[in-house]
């Protein structure tokens, strides 16, 4: 089918009021991130839909993406035709042939946004249902729940004809909601987290925690990697790696064993709110799981978490380990995550941690260490590379046509 336009019907943007306009504008911007790779399409939006003019572009890489876009309810692909009543009955019974496998019942929607037009809404249902019956003799009509529901819109600029809707990934257009720094590391739980911070709307900066020579580049191409198989839901991730080796070598020469990994957390927390103040950020997230290991018990969260005051977003918080293996596997991203390239935290795990730290015994093992100086060494060590689901020459600034 030589499709010449997608159609995008939004999720709940349509609960949004005076702001609206701008959730609109910014699933408009992700949008075209998303295609970046398809700068011959424009991108037109309007209150209630928005529209894909493909150009000449294959429908087929599109219509890929587009259901990873968070903010789409569904789209349809549609030919457009000239407005002109035969010209529309001739496209009617040249897509119903197609498509058509000999069992299936129909349905003509047509709708006419053009009052001009020589027909109403229910004249063209007749008549276009009316052509269907001629060229397809014997077919059946069934006005509920249709095996093809083939819609027929009369614009201003001409006729749309579509029988497909495709669901899409709903939730919020990613940046709505404000920035987060997604504390990611090379397992399973950060990546689900990430990925359901950005569904509510939340645009993530991914800030991964390198520990070299302990640390290997495999394991920092994996979380690269990871980032990656976030972004076609955006268009590009900010990869944020932080230099940590210091401060666990520091932490393994001066603490205890069992307290190891509740200060290392400390610090990474401290370290992703500093990088979080200087990149605007309003939370941090991260992929806790309530009870899955050592650092994640209610009792260490109160300790680790007492050095920010900032919110703390853990979306896997209460799910089981099957439940965000799903997800995972879902989002293409477990097959990476259990790559056996170990992280800092694995590498420097002590062998008994404890799972309810003492805070008294915590800050007098800070007490021992150069906090800020590590914590403001680490911050300026940092490199920023954004990550994107095309090569980083493609285009991402193409202009929005007639936006809004």
């Not at 587009?66 to 035969?86: A, C, H, W, Y």
């Not at 939730?171 to 950060?190: A, K």
């Amino acid at each position: 089918m030589n499709y010449t336009e997608i159609m995008v019907r939004y999720g709940e943007l349509s609960t949004k009021g005076k702001n609206r306009r701008s959730f609109i504008m910014r699933l408009a911007e992700n949008v075209r991130g998303a295609l970046s790779a398809h700068p011959e399409i424009t991108v037109k939006a309007d209150r209630d839909r928005m529209h894909l003019y493909l150009n000449g572009a294959e429908a087929a890489p599109i219509i890929e993406k587009l259901p990873k876009v968070f903010g789409i309810q569904n789209f349809s692909p549609s030919i457009r035709v000239e407005k002109d009543l035969d010209v529309i009955i001739t496209a009617v019974q040249d897509v119903m042939k197609k498509i058509y496998t000999g069992s299936e019942t129909f349905k003509i929607t047509a709708k006419r946004s053009d009052h001009d037009f020589i027909q109403n809404s229910d004249e063209l249902n007749q008549t276009l249902g009316a052509a269907v019956f001629r060229a397809i003799p014997g077919i059946k009509a069934q006005m509920k729940k249709p095996d093809i529901n083939l819609r027929v819109e009369i614009r201003a600029n001409g006729a749309y004809l579509s029988y497909e809707t495709i669901q899409g990934a709903g939730g919020l257009p990613v940046g709505t909601s404000g920035r987060g720094m997604l504390m990611l590391s090379g397992g399973i739980d950060s990546p689900v987290a990430g990925y359901l911070a950005m569904k509510r709307g939340v645009e993530i900066e991914a800030v991964h925690f390198a520990s070299p020579p302990y640390t290997s580049e495999q394991a920092l191409q994996k979380a690269k990697d990871l980032t990656a198989k976030l972004t076609p839901y955006v268009g590009q991730i900010q990869f944020i790696e932080v230099p940590f080796t210091e401060i666990q070598e520091e932490i393994k020469r001066s603490v205890p064993q069992g307290y190891w990994m509740t200060l290392t957390r400390r610090f990474m927390l401290r370290i992703t709110d500093e990088i979080r103040q200087l990149r605007r950020g309003l939370v941090i997230i991260n992929g806790e799981s309530l009870g899955q290991v050592a650092s994640q018990t209610l009792q260490s969260m109160v300790a680790i978490n007492e050095v920010t005051a900032t919110p703390i977003i853990r979306p896997v918080v209460t799910m089981d380990k099957l439940e965000i293996i799903d997800i995972a596997q879902a989002i293409d991203t477990f097959q990476l995550a259990i790559q056996p390239f170990e992280d800092c935290c694995t590498i420097f795990a002590p062998p008994q941690p404890k799972t309810r730290p003492n805070l008294e015994k915590v800050h007098y093992y800070e007490a021992r260490l150069d906090v800020e100086g590590m914590i403001a060494r680490a911050v300026a060590g940092i490199k920023i590379e954004a990550i994107s689901p095309v090569s980083e020459n493609a285009d991402t600034a193409a202009e929005f046509a007639d936006l809004l």
